[in-house]
């Protein structure tokens, strides 16, 4: 059984969605009216294709229990006593995060510290 949206998780759920187009911007009264606006401006194949393509990034990860790889997903939900399952529409992969360097905390790619063993920079011993 499903139950319709209120306008405040229409809301939420349009700044979630399209992070270009509403995330960062301050909450206001204005942004509330535009979000609700762009949602009721959707309509046709082409934009339920997006919207739900955006919808999926938004739900809890699932692991595959065969690959270990994790997947956004979507589908009828089957439960039996304490088992749940279910038969998925839609999988997007999780994307992959870029290896990290916590010592100076950002992508190894862009690093270049000494632990991450790419540096050009020798740290040499003080002269004496
Ligand atoms: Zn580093």
Not at 57 to 77: E, I, N, Q, Y
Not at 83 to 88: E, G, L
Request: charged content about 25%; aromatic content about 8%; proline content about 6%.
């Amino acid at each position: 059984m499903s139950k319709s949206l209120t306008d405040l998780e229409i809301y939420e759920t349009f700044v979630a969605a399209y992070p270009e187009k509403f995330g960062g911007k301050e909450e206001s009264d204005e942004l509330f009216e535009e979000v609700l606006e762009f949602a009721n401006s959707l309509e046709g194949f082409e934009d339920i294709s997006v919207l739900l393509g955006r919808i999926v990034m938004l739900t809890h990860p699932m692991k595959s229990g065969l690959t270990g790889r994790l997947w956004h997903c979507f589908g009828a939900v089957e439960i039996k006593g304490d088992q749940v399952s279910m038969t998925a529409c839609v999988t997007r992969e999780v994307p992959t995060p870029k290896p990290w360097c916590k010592t100076m905390d950002r992508p190894k790619d862009e690093c270049g510290c000494p632990d991450c063993g790419s540096s050009l920079v020798q740290m040499g011993e003080p002269q004496s």
